[in-house]
């Protein structure tokens, strides 16, 4: 089993700054594939970013030029630095995991971490 725990949500103004982190824990084999997935109220689950164990990046065309992914595999954790932020992105951001085993391979979410952007 492996546990993802996010930290650095919080509130913030349009135009400021914040910087989510996520660190896996347990028993990790390969989390070959991270992500960061967000939800606002009434909406569905959507991606923002994720990030290869190879380094391979992809970024939803929404954060684009302002939201930055990045991971550190030694560590298991991962990262994400929000600037520029608009109203738009107030959600509750969700760390995400695929961890390869032999044979197999297991999806795994953290518990959300509020980001909450004003006016």
């Known amino acids: 089993q492996v546990q993802l725990v996010e930290s650095g949500g919080g509130l913030v103004q349009a135009g400021g700054s914040l910087r989510l982190s996520c660190a896996a824990s347990g028993t990790v084999f390969d989390i070959n594939r991270m992500a960061w997935y967000r939800q606002a109220p009434g909406k569905q689950r959507e991606l923002v970013a994720s990030i290869t164990s190879g380094g391979w990046t992809n970024y939803a065309d929404f954060v684009k030029g302002r939201f930055t992914i990045a991971r550190e595999n030694a560590k298991n954790t991962m990262s994400l630095q929000m600037d520029s932020l608009l109203p738009d992105d107030t959600a509750v951001y969700y760390c995400?995991?695929?961890?390869?085993?032999?044979?197999?391979?297991?999806?795994?979410w953290g518990q959300g971490t509020q980001v909450t952007v004003s006016p």
């Open positions: 995400y995991g695929r961890d390869v085993a032999p044979g197999d391979f297991n999806e795994y």
